[in-house]
């Protein structure tokens, strides 16, 4: 296994590392887009700590060391290893500590700002081998080195805020419109740390079977990663525009994205010219982050959002795209769609010889 900074330690397996490698490198353009900004604003982080006192970082620290087992060499080395690993090959010199705690729900988190902490839950490592780990560790090791962790906290104090001015109409509503923003910039905060977990791991099978584990638990043998994209195709494509309108409901409280949606995009973005150059050696570097332009980064998240929505099959987004591309008939359109007779979009036949050419095809 890799040490960090042990140039005469080799990986259990070739894996590439990536000296110098900047965060923006597999931040997703909306993340990234948002992280540049609040970065260029100069002593954000400090009022953002103190303001975020009410999450004592020494109290998640004593608690945990109180009430959880750190990896060490000692304990649970091979996750102190794969940690160790995954700071190796992103180029991150201080390790930060992992602790295992007891809960039946699998999951990870990274806790703190000025010293971050990994926690895993001891069904998560029931659950994963060794190389769907090496996946999940590596996401949370970028959400230390991307600074997610202080970011999030401004959705835990708004949170907090929403709930004591929920009596006040319109305060309430400003505040659950900024929370709603926050949760989409950190679903795709999720999206950015499964692509670095597929940097640390370098397996693109480990990283999908992971996020598959996470939406049907450890009887791997009854499910196929094929099989999972397919749903998640369905998912996209939807049923009519009920479908759309629900799924999107369904989305908007959510912090994390759906599992399927995951795999998908982590798929995608593997096949992707970006992750290529990565591999190849050709990414963005942490002497060049000072020179970012806040402009150009926002034009990447709003061309990010352009080509998600040209692509996508959402019967919503796709009578929307049409709307805004001028279709006439909208009227028609919401009636088919509604009324289960094709989907917004879709292509009409001509009408028969002898029949009018009103109605829509059925």
């Not at 992280?35 to 004593?62: M, N, P, Q, T, Y």
């Not at 959400?143 to 999030?152: D, F, L, P």
């Not at 591309?325 to 879709?346: C, E, N, P």
């Amino acid at each position: 296994m890799t040490q960090p900074n042990d140039s005469s330690s080799v990986p259990s397996r070739t894996r590439k590392r990536f000296p110098g490698i900047s965060t923006r490198a597999w931040e997703h353009p909306a993340d990234r887009s948002a992280l540049v900004a609040l970065r260029k604003l100069s002593g954000f982080d400090d009022i953002l700590k103190k303001l975020g006192g009410l999450v004592s970082e020494r109290a998640v620290r004593l608690m945990f060391l109180a009430s959880a087992v750190r990896a060490s060499e000692r304990q649970f080395p091979h996750l102190h290893e794969m940690v160790r690993d995954a700071a190796y090959i992103l180029d991150l010199e201080k390790v930060p500590p992992l602790y295992v705690t007891q809960d039946p729900m699998p999951n990870a988190m990274c806790i703190g700002m000025d010293n971050p902490v990994i926690v895993v839950t001891t069904s998560l490592v029931d659950l994963l081998d060794e190389e769907e780990m090496r996946a999940v560790i590596g996401h949370e090791v970028a959400h230390a080195m991307s600074g997610h962790a202080v970011y999030r906290t401004m959705l835990i104090i708004l949170t907090n805020i929403a709930q004591r001015i929920s009596f006040i109409p319109l305060g309430g509503l400003a505040i659950m419109a900024l929370i709603t923003a926050l949760n989409e910039w950190f679903r795709k905060a999720e999206l950015s740390c499964d692509r670095a977990g597929l940097l640390v791991g370098q397996d693109l099978q480990a990283s999908m079977r992971g996020l598959m584990k996470l939406a049907g638990g450890h009887h791997l043998h009854e499910m196929n990663t094929d099989a999972f994209l397919e749903q998640a195709e369905e998912y996209d494509r939807a049923g009519d525009l009920r479908d759309g309108v629900i799924k999107l409901m369904q989305v908007l409280p959510q912090s994390h994205p759906f599992a399927a949606v995951r795999v998908a995009k982590i798929k995608q973005w593997a096949e992707s010219d970006e992750f290529s150059s990565i591999m190849a050696g050709a990414y963005p570097r942490r002497e060049d982050d000072q020179n970012t332009s806040v402009r150009e980064q926002a034009k990447a998240a709003a061309d990010s959002y352009a080509q998600s929505f040209k692509d996508t099959k959402d019967p919503l987004m796709v009578l929307i795209r049409d709307v805004a591309g001028g279709t006439a008939d909208l009227g028609g359109k919401l009636r088919d769609v509604f009324a289960g007779r094709g989907t917004a979009g879709s292509e009409q036949q001509p009408p028969a010889d002898g029949e009018n050419g009103g109605g829509s095809a059925s």
